[in-house]
């Protein structure tokens, strides 16, 4: 039996024919990834700067015990000396160290590195407190280490 006698061998050669030829087409000027452009239809979604989290009121209450006990140092006679602070509402404890005055522009702030000792660990602070009017005090920084 030969090809010609079958029409239905022939349609079957045929399609296979085409076929090969248009995946050829394919391979031969197919995608490619040099001659890619960036679609400036596509847009992502942003994301923006996250909000800073509220202080919880009893990080609030201990930078409030800390400003306090900068405030009341006698930077002077300290000489090095570690300010302890506790705080009988949220039962927090620390030590203050590293008190550095600053009047630079014309303000009293004090710098400082804190401890701070709760029922869930310990941390390290790094603190600011400057003088807004004579005897007020103001945490105008206060973030962990």
Known sequence: MDIDSCP??????LAAVLASLA???CAAGGFNLSKAEVDPTILTGAVGEAAP?????????????IRDAVSS??????KGAPIPWANADT??????????????AGVLCRR?????????????????AC??????WRMERFGAS
């Open 53 to 65: 989290v509220a202080a919880s009121p009893e990080q609030l209450s201990d930078e409030a015990t």
């Open 8 to 13: 239905a061998r022939r349609a079957g050669l």
């Open 23 to 25: 995946l050829g087409g």
């Open 73 to 78: 140092a006698d930077v002077e006679s300290l």
């Open 131 to 136: 003088m807004v009017a004579p005897g007020t």
């Open 91 to 104: 039962g927090a404890r620390g030590a203050i160290s590293s008190v550095v005055e600053d009047k630079s």
């Open 112 to 128: 400082f590195i804190t401890s701070r000792e709760r029922f869930d660990g310990v941390a390290l602070y790094n603190g600011q």
